[in-house]
Nanobody
Framework: QVHLVESGGGLVQAGDSLRLSCAASGRTISTTAMGWFRQAPGKEREFVSSMDWTGSSAYYADSVKGRFTVSRDNAKNTVYLQMNSLKPEDTAVYYC?????????????????WGQGTQVTVSS
């Protein structure tokens, strides 16, 4: 069992940056692929980024490519999402998720464990 807690969300202006953290407990995530997803009001949950268990492969949605960077610190059992050049359309609740394996997926159904989410609001 993996318990995930996101933090770092907030209200920022367009062009600002935020770094989200996802702290895991219960067991190590060093052999687990991790993902970031987001859900805006009235919309379905969508893929943002994922990283395989080695940390050598990372994937991004086209909408965030070049602006967001995923990373992991296995010693701290934590995954991060650095978000730069934020836009109003990035406003959403951001969730981190963990798989049972090491492959980084883009589909939310492939993730077993989810955090409670952290709100990111970007004003124009």
């Amino acid at each position: 069992q993996v318990h995930l807690v996101e933090s770092g969300g907030g209200l920022v202006q367009a062009g600002d940056s935020l770094r989200l953290s996802c702290a895991a407990s219960g067991r190590t995530i060093s052999t687990t692929a991790m993902g970031w997803f987001r859900q805006a009001p009235g919309k379905e949950r969508e893929f943002v980024s994922s990283m395989d268990w080695t940390g050598s492969s990372a994937y991004y949605a086209d909408s965030v490519k070049g602006r967001f960077t995923v990373s992991r610190d296995n010693a701290k059992n934590t995954v991060y999402l650095q978000m730069n050049s934020l836009k109003p359309e990035d406003t959403a609740v951001y969730y981190c998720a963990a798989t049972e394996g090491g492959i980084a997926w883009t589909r939310p159904t492939m993730y077993t464990y989810w955090g409670q989410g952290t709100q990111v609001t970007v004003s124009s």
